[in-house]
């Protein structure tokens, strides 16, 4: 069976676009954008405590149960835009800010 993906995500805070996938022996609503990284990454045996697709407003994310967490881009210009932001960090750590 094939799913037919949303036309666009689901509002923060709401399950409007969700999976239901067992993950750990609970069933876990996972947004659907996320889902087969999720059951892919669980699939691998890297189990993970918790996620968001970032509901168009921001970058998903993927909480690892280790404590990693995998950011999940839409496309190279989000991802640039990340990089971006990780760098400035870095340098006003640097700094001492």
């Known amino acids: 069976m094939v799913l037919k993906p949303p036309s666009k ?6 399950y409007a676009h969700c999976i239901s996938m067992p993950i ?17 990454l669980n699939a691998a045996n890297i189990t993970t ?5 970032g509901h168009g407003e921001w970058p ?8 990693r967490e995998v950011i999940v881009c839409r496309n190279p210009d989000e991802r640039n835009r ?12 640097k700094k001492g800010v």
């Open 9 to 14: 995500c689901c509002d923060v805070g709401t």
């Open 24 to 40: 750990k022996g609970r069933v876990q609503d996972i947004d659907f954008c996320i889902a087969d990284i999720v059951a892919a």
């Open 49 to 53: 405590d918790a996620s968001c697709c």
């Open 60 to 67: 998903g994310s993927i909480i690892l149960t280790d404590g």
């Open 82 to 93: 990340v990089c971006a932001l990780v760098k400035r960090m870095r340098k006003k750590k």
